[in-house]
């Protein structure tokens, strides 16, 4: 199910751009991209690209997912009924920490290239 959400951070990432263009729409779409793909700043991308680092950033990122969904799972099985709402409520709090870390990796990559 924690793929299942960072597919969906994609693809917002996809409509948004095919919806707004320019850079706004691009920037957006990069955001949506780095929500889905974490380790994406950490292998570099913009700044250095290629397809073999985009593609260990996607199979890193699927690993942290799959681990993150497996551990918030582990959390709400303590109690004694529970539904998606707990589970996403518990994926999220992990999720958020993930995401202000990628955010953050965009950031001082913006401001090591000088565009902030």
Known sequence: ?????????WLGGMI?????????GGAASFVGLV?????????G???SGGST???????????????????S????????????REWFGA???IAIG?????LGGIALGALALGAL
């Open 35 to 43: 929500l889905a793909v974490p380790a994406l700043p950490l292998f």
């Open 91 to 93: 994926f999220v709090s």
């Open 73 to 84: 799972a582990a959390r709400v099985a303590q109690r004694p009924v529970v539904g998606r």
């Open 53 to 71: 680092r985009i593609l260990l950033a996607v199979l890193v990122s699927a690993v942290v997912w799959w681990f993150v969904g497996q551990v």
């Open 16 to 24: 948004v751009s095919w919806l707004v263009s320019g850079p706004i």
């Open 98 to 102: 993930i995401w202000l870390g990628a």
């Open 45 to 47: 991308v913009p700044s």
């Open 1 to 9: 199910m924690a793929l299942g959400v960072a597919v969906m951070l």
